[in-house]
T-cell receptor, first 110, second 110 residues
């Protein structure tokens, strides 16, 4: 299995609080991605990175920001969490073609 | 990226071949067909991809019609562990983004 970890794996927070999710890889892959998955929807891309300090928006980026200061870490931040951001968040990595996914983070915003 | 259409769900008997269809009538000449699957609550897993020739690996076979407007993923001897949501995705090779639809829920039954 590709070396991808996500932390925390579960989090419950309150509306209006900031939240940061971390994705860590040991594969030295260039590309990293953040997706969210909600009932009735497939995975939807939030943001992705194609190198250190190089990031771009996905299809559902509003309310989220990302940072990548090191190859191995990709952070997803919810500046002020809302209930609509309750979801399961998946990180993925890729070098050439195949994307490898992490185990997911279940976030609940009350 | 071209849009794909898959059946909502399918059943398959354990030990039999599972044939999962996908329509992608608007596929472009430089777009590949990718298949991923997601076992309950886990991150998606890459299965196979192809351009126009049939492809086979240790997990599955991919049959693409000559006009490339549809394809079939074949799991030759389905097991209970193959019960998952299967996603057919069309994109350019080495493209950054995977656009997930709703996929097909495959239930393998004993």
């Amino acid at each position: 299995d590709a070396g991808i970890t996500q932390s925390p794996r579960h989090k419950v927070t309150e509306t209006g609080t900031p939240v940061t999710l971390r994705c860590h890889q040991t594969e030295n892959h260039r590309y990293m991605y953040w997706y969210r998955q909600d009932p009735g929807h497939g995975l939807r891309l939030i943001h992705y990175s194609y190198g250190v300090k190089d990031t771009d928006k996905g299809e559902v980026s509003d309310g989220y920001s990302v940072s990548r200061s090191k190859t191995e870490d990709f952070l997803l931040t919810l500046e002020s969490a809302t209930s609509s951001q309750t979801s399961v968040y998946f990180c993925a990595i890729s070098e050439f073609d195949e994307q490898f996914f992490g185990p997911g983070t279940r976030l609940t915003v009350l | 990226d071209a849009k794909t259409t898959q059946p909502t769900s399918m059943d398959c008997a354990e030990g039999r071949a599972a044939n999962l269809p996908c329509n992608h009538s608007t596929i472009s000449g430089n777009e590949y067909v990718y298949w991923y699957r997601q076992i309950h609550s886990q991150g998606p897993q890459y299965i196979i991809h192809g351009l126009k020739n049939n492809e086979t690996n240790e997990m599955a076979s991919l049959i693409i019609t000559e006009d490339r407007k549809s394809s079939t993923l074949i799991l030759p001897h389905a097991t209970l562990r193959d019960t998952a949501v299967y996603y057919c995705i069309v994109r350019v090779e080495y493209g950054n983004k995977l656009v997930f639809g709703a996929g097909t829920i495959l239930r393998v039954k004993s």
